[in-house]
Nanobody, 123 residues
Framework: QVQLVESGGGLVQAGGSLRLSCAAS????????MGWFRQAPGKEREFVAA???????YYTNSVKGRFTISRDNAKNTVYLQMNSLKPEDTAVYYC?????????????????WGQGTQVTVSS
């Protein structure tokens, strides 16, 4: 079992930055692929970024060059640094985990989820 707790959301003006954190329980954190997803009101949950084995990373096109995912296995924590934020980035952001090193973008592939943290970007 893996428990995930997100933090770091908030209200920021367009062009600003936020760093989300996701703390995971368990002793095998380094073996999990960690992902960030987001869900805006009235929209489906969508993939944002993930970090897998050998710290390979993958991003959805709309955040490439603006967001950076990283992990600290000693702290059982994954981060999402979000720069140059836009109003369309407004959503609840969820941390997710799946066993194994391969990155998947489908949310159904992730078995563990955090409770979500709200990110609001004002124009």
């Amino acid at each position: 079992q893996v428990q995930l707790v997100e933090s770091g959301g908030g209200l920021v003006q367009a062009g600003g930055s936020l760093r989300l954190s996701c703390a995971a329980s368990g002793r095998t954190f380094s073996t999990y692929t960690m992902g960030w997803f987001r869900q805006a009101p009235g929209k489906e949950r969508e993939f944002v970024a993930a970090i897998g084995g050998r710290e390979s990373t993958y991003y959805t096109n709309s955040v490439k060059g603006r967001f950076t995912i990283s992990r600290d296995n000693a702290k059982n924590t994954v981060y999402l640094q979000m720069n140059s934020l836009k109003p369309e980035d407004t959503a609840v952001y969820y941390c997710a985990a799946r066993g194994g090193a391969i990155i998947f973008v489908q949310f159904s592939e992730y078995g563990y989820w955090g409770q979500g943290t709200q990110v609001t970007v004002s124009s």
